[in-house]
């Protein structure tokens, strides 16, 4: 089936410092999400991006976070700066529709010191 | 808000036997709820199982089957036998339809089935 993947699978770095997450959805798909899964918790939406806006966004999706999608490419998670609490496992999902299936990558884990 | 409760843990069954994990949802959202299984097999992404987008409906894929039940707000999802490779976790996940397509998910259930 339709495959999103996402780069890197680990990322470890310290406080304060920035993460770029990156993810390469499904080709045709327009929709766009991040998802925030910590150990032991649920997996929880933090942003849906489409035609190059924030459609909606969670609590979860503080001031330091933002995301885009330049040309096409990748649609990116930026945390800047990180914090301890950012450490969790990030999920990418692509749709192409807005009744259709949610694509999931197999998430970039990330620790942070 | 809206949100997603189902069987917590891990869930041990042998193989041919049959197995429920429940789920229910609650859904305060204006607009529709539309009801999903996603499944992670081990080293491998979430993928989607089945979905029932219509009260009443019955979802089914690799034997499993779900019941949208309206009424008592359930979702739980059946199989008649399991084999040792549906050994995965399990995520009853919820939609809102009108807004912009976020799902809410449950815990995660964790099916071990022993040869």
């Known amino acids: 089936g339709p495959k999103v993947l996402q780069i890197p699978s680990h990322q470890i770095i310290d406080m304060g410092q920035m993460v770029t997450l990156n993810c390469d959805p499904v080709?045709?798909?327009?929709?766009f999400y991040w998802y925030k899964q910590i150990l032991g918790q649920q997996m929880e939406f933090l942003v849906n991006?489409?035609?190059?806006?924030?459609?909606?966004k969670s609590k979860l999706f503080k001031d330091q976070f933002s995301v885009e999608r330049p040309d096409g490419s990748y649609f990116t998670l930026k945390i800047q700066p990180t914090a301890l609490e950012d450490s969790a496992v990030y999920f990418c999902?692509?749709?192409?529709?807005?009744?259709?299936?949610?694509?999931f990558g197999p998430g970039t884990r990330l620790l942070v010191l | 808000g809206d949100s997603v409760t189902q069987t917590e843990g891990q869930v041990t069954v042998s193989e041919s036997k049959s197995l429920i994990i429940n789920c229910t949802y609650s859904a305060t959202s204006i607009g529709y709820p539309n009801l999903f299984w996603y499944v992670r097999y081990p080293g491998e992404g979430l993928q989607l199982l089945l979905k029932?987008?219509?009260?009443?409906q019955k979802g089914s894929s690799r034997g499993f089957e779900a019941t949208y039940n309206k009424e008592a707000t359930s979702f739980h999802l059946q199989k008649a036998s399991v084999q040792e490779s549906d050994s995965a976790v399990y995520y009853c996940a919820l939609r809102v339809t009108g807004n912009t397509g976020k799902l809410i998910f449950g815990l995660g259930t964790t099916l071990q089935v022993q040869p």
């Open positions: 029932v987008i219509t009260a009443g």
């Open positions: 999902a692509s749709r192409l529709g807005v009744r259709d299936t949610q694509y």
């Open positions: 991006f489409y035609n190059g806006k924030v459609m909606e």
């Open positions: 080709s045709n798909h327009l929709y």
